[in-house]
């Protein structure tokens, strides 16, 4: 299921912007969406091959990752358990883990945070189970990230991407460094005090002159919003036809054009935004938009 694919860069109009495209990784697959295909290809192509056939991993309730390793573990013949962070509760994203055939594992809060333990208090004695940290952080996820790269069709004066936890972000550097591109990373936190996605990258890539942090469109913290933030979504999808997710691609989206209206970027650079997907993270707001 992880054949090669290019992903199509479209070009967006959007004023004043001559030289906008956006990667689609969007469109991949609807439920193994955007970065968390890239992020599991290695990961399951590793479990596979060490015999394993059960995928644990971790996430909050509202997980693009659960949902992603839920599917692509169906689709390849494994088995799949996720320890979930907090109470119990039911959603749209967790039903779609369970039709997946996901077993789900509340966890509170405290006990949550040590995943290792999490692991080992349940599946010590199973031979065939594989650990996948929370969101898929790796290096197999940055060697699937760096593929991005690979795959871009021209060469970019700037590349913006969202991070969570920068993995993705590091992959996307490690992709340019390997092709000795001289575009720029800009990476856009999506949690509050975001420097320390610098340190996370660091785990996986060489920090170099091409990156940028831009740590002040998290709007107030890890899937929050402002009436701006919305405003910003409704005016973008209905001018553009563009989904955008309100937890990751909005906040990057939103960071292009402010940026530009600053004059930190020129309107006429070429400039590529990677979507990354997400789309099912608009359930968890349906009520902000309605
Ligand atoms: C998970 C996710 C991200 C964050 O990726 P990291 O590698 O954790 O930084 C970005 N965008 C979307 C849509 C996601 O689902």
Redesign the pocket.
Known sequence: MFENLNSPVQKLNIAPFSNLWVKRD?LIDPYI????WR?LKYLLQDAISKGKTHLVTFGGAY???LV?TAAAAAKSNLRATAFVRGEAVKNEMLMLCTLFGMKLIFTERESYRDKVACFEQYFSKDDTAYFIDE???STQ?TIG?AEIITELPIQYDHIF???????????LLKGIQQNQLNTKLHVIP?LKGGDF?QD?MAKYVSVSAHLTLHTNYHFGGYAKTTPALIQFIQSFTATTGLLI?P???AK?FYAIIDLQKQNLINKEDKILAL?????L?ILGMKEKFS
Do not use: F, P, Q, R
């Open positions: 969007d969406s955007g970065n968390k992020k997980s693009n990752h992603a969101g898929g952080a996820a990230c991407c969202a991070a969570g936890t920068g993995t993705t972000a590091a992959g999506v996605i996370e997710d937890v990751y691609t990057m979507h990354t997907g997400g789309l993270g």
